[in-house]
């Protein structure tokens, strides 16, 4: 596989777990619990409450800027798109740089535009992981926060300026860390950095937009170009 292809699937590999895991974070804005400094929060507490707060959430819409770095090449690429998702597994990421693109996740299956072209790839969750890019723990993440706990090992490194950060890792790969940002208001990650040995995805959202009653025509995909995968 060329180099370039292998940074096309690691940019979207990695805007899809972001995309993935922040729906599945998705709380709802709440002012009734106030946050608990470092010394005394918890992983645990922290979880209930992004829990708490998901639980009304159908759907979501953010934009997102993401800067990531691939080692393998040198390149840096930064990112810019805006991020659909609706329970309980559909997500349609639309870039707009650095050039125009589509990727849409409709339960396990994926497709991807292929830039410059009416072509779609066709793919799904299985064969994601066994292009190896992130271990299976790391792709398609559990649509329930509670579920967080079974898939990783989170430690709270500390609260500042009203976020917790929290570090996510799996111990096959521990090479691979998920550090998030939880707002204290939202309960919301509102940035994600990913590391590996060869690559670094920094991700922030903005314009966070709960239940909008997201159109089912946002997701639709025009499967008779699919060129599988």
């Known amino acids: 596989m060329k180099l370039k292809q292998i940074n096309f699937f690691i940019i979207i590999a990695a805007n899809l777990f972001t995309a993935n895991l922040l ?3 998705a709380a709802e804005i709440s002012t009734t619990t106030p946050a608990v400094a470092v ?3 918890t992983v645990d507490f922290i979880l209930a409450q992004m829990e708490h707060a998901e639980s009304g959430v159908k759907d979501i819409q ?3 800027f993401q800067e990531i770095n691939i080692g393998l090449t040198g390149e840096k690429i930064s990112l810019t798109a805006v991020v659909y998702c609706q329970r309980p597994d559909k997500i349609k990421i639309e870039y707009n740089t650095p050039r125009k693109q589509t ?5 396990q299956k994926i497709y991807l535009s292929i830039p410059g072209s009416d072509e779609i790839i066709q793919t799904d969750w299985r064969a994601w992981n066994n292009l190896g890019f992130f271990p299976k723990e790391f792709i398609n993440p559990s649509p329930q926060t509670k579920k967080l706990r079974k898939r990783y090992n ?3 490194l500390s609260y500042t300026d009203g976020y917790y950060q929290l570090l996510l890792t799996v ?4 090479e691979i860390k998920v550090t998030l940002w939880i707002s204290s208001r939202s309960w919301f990650p509102e940035r994600v ?3 590996g040995k ?7 959202i903005t314009s966070l937009r709960l239940n909008q009653n997201l159109r089912e025509e946002i997701f639709k995909v025009d499967t008779k170009k699919n060129a599988g995968l």
């Open 193 to 195: 950095l990913i590391t």
């Open 62 to 64: 953010f934009d997102l």
């Open 103 to 107: 990727v849409t996740a409709l339960g």
């Open 198 to 204: 060869s690559f670094s995805a920094n991700t922030k």
């Open 171 to 174: 111990p096959k790969t521990p």
């Open 39 to 41: 010394d005394t929060a």
């Open 154 to 156: 989170i430690s709270l």
């Open 23 to 25: 729906f599945s974070a």
